[in-house]
């Protein structure tokens, strides 16, 4: 009886200690999850205030859109380091030939470092209208000619569109455009379904699409789990695609196309054969 009582005991003590562990082990992420996102927070902020002076100078000199490079660059190499991300780039070269439509799938906040390495010159990007109202992030996007585009209003984001095929001609700028128009948050490589505007833009404007895919990365970062490792993210720039064949009536065409090309790539670079 004794010996009963002695292994229940036993298994007592082993099972609180790990309920402990579990605990510290539970506790500990996510107090390093945090820690890093708050470190992002403050270069956020900091990079913001820099791009608003810098943005002063880029367009005295008449390059405004050159600010979003300059701050681009910033994240990449000085806020992801700091949170353990560096990068692994493929086929760069193919930024060159712009000016162009950018395009780049969306997965989660942290795409705001990545996409800094690979940010072309003379471009400037096209974001959500609640993102003007930021403090010092919308005031830098502002000045550096960001294009806001309010989804949820037809004819303001018709007049939106109009307006930016205008300005980056008359400028000669690339615009940068997330297809998937939210964050897709998936833990597999997987995209949502592209809208159609960026599409009708590049139809608009004679422009090819240069099309950026950015492997899965939940296990660098996952912000579901709380979970932020850091480690390597892998980036595949792919070769211009031409709009000259496309009308605004099999415009869907193009879409499926430059879709099924970026999944095909996201698919390879991301060694990822998962299934939901």
């Keep these: ?6 292994e229940d005991s036993q298994f007592t003590c082993y099972l609180h200690l790990g309920i402990i562990l579990l ?3 539970t506790l500990y992420r996510f ?3 945090h820690v890093k996102a708050a470190l992002t927070l403050v270069w956020v902020f900091l990079l913001s205030l820099y791009g608003c002076f810098a943005a002063i100078f880029c367009a005295a000199v008449g390059r405004r859109a050159m600010t979003n490079w300059l701050v681009a660059r910033g994240f990449a190499y000085c806020a992801a380091p700091c949170v353990g991300v560096t990068f692994e780039i493929e086929g760069e070269e193919h930024l060159k030939n712009g000016p162009a439509i950018v395009i780049c799938n969306h997965q989660a906040s942290l795409d705001v470092l990545i996409m800094g390495r690979v ?5 400037v990007v096209m ?3 609640s993102l003007k109202y930021v403090p010092f992030l919308g005031n830098f996007m502002r000045l550096a000619a960001a294009v806001f585009i ?29 297809p998937e128009g939210t964050r897709s948050r998936f833990s597999k490589s997987d995209l949502l379904p592209f809208k159609k505007g960026a599409f009708h833009l590049a139809l608009q404007a004679k422009y090819p699409i240069i099309p950026i895919v950015i492997a899965n990365y939940t296990d660098v970062y996952n ?7 850091g480690g390597v993210v892998k980036i595949k720039v792919l070769p211009p695609v031409s709009t000259q064949k496309y009308t605004p009536e099999n415009v869907g065409e193009l879409v499926d196309y430059t879709r099924n090309m970026m999944l095909d790539a996201l698919k390879d670079i991301s060694n990822d054969t998962k299934t939901e």
């Design 150 to 178: 309010d989804r949820k209003n037809h004819e303001s984001a018709l007049r939106t569109t109009q307006n930016a095929v205008e300005f980056i001609k008359k400028n000669k700028l690339s615009l940068w455009i997330f």
């Design 31 to 33: 107090f390093h999850f």
């Design 23 to 25: 605990t510290c082990f």
């Design 127 to 129: 974001a959500k209208h």
């Design 223 to 229: 912000s579901t789990t709380k979970h932020w490792p």
């Design 1 to 6: 009886m004794s010996d009963i009582s002695s």
């Design 119 to 123: 940010f072309p010159k003379d471009c």
